[in-house]
């Protein structure tokens, strides 16, 4: 047997990555909470976590117990909000990975309505353009751009989306309008940083098409500023571009890219109240603001 507070102390430094911002929310020691998770190890016989540069994960016993312990921690709070008659309240700390556009243009915006509706909620947005692994609870809440083949993960289409060709009008004045896309041949691109791509569905532009490329980024918020500066032609998220960047759309009927947004989440988390708050609430803004995607 072990002591059952560890179960706490375990899915805390499972969910922030760090011992040291566990033990700063807990109220502990960072040496205490060592200690204490290290005899939870050795009461159940198994390494519970792998250190990496990025943070510590659950090791494959870890996200086991993790499993269990996340059930044992709702029925806990299930009894005390039917104890307490505080049904209505829900609490606790929401990891969100997205890709960078969604989750910096999209989700960052509207914080303040979420918080709004749920002040007892800390959110944590994790906007990568990178695959996680939600088995090992790298975030609770993924958005995608593919619908997951394995693990037991539940996976709903968000929204279809579209990229579209913009550049500066200050550009645009300068050389003349474009009526067809072999006219843009020896122009100017802002675009991507190939080998640092992860994901195919990032790949989006036409390699013979920009064929001048004059800046690229990893970064797709960098990439907007550099084609709002007049730099030169990009591949944008229709849905992020706003009158403060001053662009406009070329070759609209020609040139478009069409992707999907994906919610995932993890089966075992499905009843969990926060992170159905979280999904709830994404999930309506979306619907709200379809038109912009």
């Known amino acids: 047997m072990f002591d059952w507070d560890d179960l706490r102390l375990f899915l805390a430094v499972s969910r922030s990555g760090s011992f040291m911002e566990s033990a700063r929310r807990l109220g502990l020691n960072h040496t205490t909470l060592a200690r204490r998770l290290t005899a939870l190890e050795q009461s159940l016989g198994a390494?519970?976590?792998?250190r990496s540069p990025r943070g510590v994960q659950p090791t494959k016993a870890g996200v086991e117990l993790l499993h269990h312990a996340e059930r044992v921690e709702e029925e806990v709070l299930a009894a005390g909000r039917l104890l307490q008659g505080q049904d209505l309240q829900v609490s606790g700390t929401v990891r969100l990975s997205t890709p960078e556009a969604f989750g910096t243009f999209f989700v960052a915006p509207r914080v303040n309505l979420f918080n709004a509706q749920h002040p007892g909620i800390?959110?944590?947005?994790?906007?990568e353009s990178r695959g996680v692994n939600l088995s090992k609870r790298e975030a609770d809440i993924a958005i995608s751009l593919h619908r997951p083949d394995h693990g037991r993960l539940r996976a709903a289409r968000l929204i279809d989306y579209r990229i579209g060709l913009f550049a500066s009008r200050e550009l645009l004045a300068r050389i003349g309008p474009f009526t067809h896309g072999t006219e843009l041949r020896g122009q100017p691109f802002v675009s991507y940083i190939e080998e640092m791509?992860?994901?195919?569905?990032?790949?989006?532009?036409?390699?013979s098409l920009a064929?001048?490329?004059?800046?690229?980024s990893s970064s797709v918020a960098a990439q907007m500023e550099a084609v709002a500066s007049g730099a030169g032609f990009g591949l944008l998220h229709c849905f992020a571009v706003t009158p403060r960047l001053d662009v406009q759309r070329v070759l609209a009927a020609e040139i478009e890219v069409v992707r999907s947004y994906w919610m995932i989440f993890h089966s075992d988390l499905a009843r969990v109240p926060r992170i159905r708050a979280v999904a709830d609430f994404i999930s309506q803004q979306v619907r709200a603001h379809a038109a912009a995607f």
């Open 122 to 127: 800390e959110l944590e947005l994790v906007p």
């Open 197 to 207: 791509i992860d994901l195919p569905e990032l790949r989006n532009l036409d390699p």
């Open 47 to 50: 390494r519970l976590f792998d």
């Open 211 to 216: 064929e001048h490329c004059v800046f690229r």
